[in-house]
Nanobody
Framework: VQLQASGGGLVQAGGSLRLSCVTS????????TGWVRQVPGKEREFVAA????????YYGDSVKGRFIVSRDNAKNRMDLQMNSLKAEDTAVYYC???????????????WGQGTLVTVSS
């Protein structure tokens, strides 16, 4: 499975940004997909995940209520709408996919290349 993330950039605190992830290969509909972020020099942090049907989602505590994950299986695409952005949301955001339960772990089978989000305060 290949994952291609896009949509990163520079945004002011309080603003919004939308990330997208397009997948190819494999049986997309079988996978949990999600987002994990990492600040250089720090540990990876779970952000959000969504079930293959799109009917169930799971969020990290730091983004709950501000970020919304969605997916469109017909387009092999997953989005992350990020609202009320804070300086501490600055990170490289990775699109990820796995078989397994919908939860906040980082045990993903496939990782995209990452897209940088910078929030200026």
């Amino acid at each position: 499975v290949q994952l291609q993330a896009s949509g990163g950039g520079l945004v002011q605190a309080g603003g919004s940004l939308r990330l997208s992830c397009v997948t190819s290969g494999g049986r997309y509909g079988s996978y949990i997909t999600g987002w994990v972020r990492q600040v250089p020099g720090k540990e990876r942090e779970f952000v959000a995940a969504i079930s293959w049907s799109g009917g169930n989602t799971y969020y990290g505590d730091s983004v709950k209520g501000r970020f919304i994950v969605s997916r469109d299986n017909a387009k092999n695409r997953m989005d992350l709408q990020m609202n009320s952005l804070k300086a501490e949301d600055t990170a490289v955001y990775y699109c990820v996919a796995k078989y397994g339960p919908l939860n906040g772990d980082l045990h993903y089978n496939w990782w995209g290349q990452g897209t940088l989000v910078t929030v200026s305060s």
